[in-house]
């Protein structure tokens, strides 16, 4: 099993910054690539960003290229989201979630993942 505990969200005008943590335990954290999700109230979840076990590789949605950036350090088994320039449509909740990377599923999809966090919420004001 792996635990997930996501953190740093919180309220922030238009145009602001945040930055998320998500703090990992109970495997090898750098077997694991690692993704970010958002859910919208009322939306389906939806990929954000993935990066890969050792951190050479990162993949992002299109609505969050050159605005967000996932990093990971493999010595605090934490992975990080930051995220720059929020518009409100950012306002959503974000998870965490982990990934053998072993794993041959779509990174870019809920099923693709097997481990998740409880999620941090993130609101972004007009």
């Known amino acids: 099993q792996v635990q997930l505990v996501e953190s740093g969200g919180g309220l922030v005008q238009a145009g602001g910054s945040l930055r998320l943590s998500c703090a990992a335990s109970?495997?090898?954290?750098?077997?694991?690539?690692m993704g970010w999700f958002l859910q919208a109230p009322g939306k389906e979840r939806e990929f954000v960003a993935r990066?890969?076990?050792?951190?050479?590789?990162?993949y992002y949605a299109d609505s969050v290229k050159g605005r967000f950036t996932i990093s990971r350090d493999n010595a605090k088994n934490t992975v990080y989201l930051q995220m720059n320039s929020l518009k409100p449509e950012d306002t959503a909740v974000y998870y965490c979630?982990?990934?053998?990377?072993?794993?041959?599923?779509?990174?870019?999809?809920?099923?693709?993942?097997?481990?998740w966090g409880q999620g941090t919420q993130v609101t972004v004001s007009s």
């Open positions: 979630a982990a990934r053998h990377f072993t794993r041959s599923l779509s990174i870019a999809t809920k099923r693709g993942y097997d481990y």
């Open positions: 109970g495997r090898t954290f750098s077997n694991y690539d």
């Open positions: 990066i890969n076990w050792s951190g050479g590789s990162t």
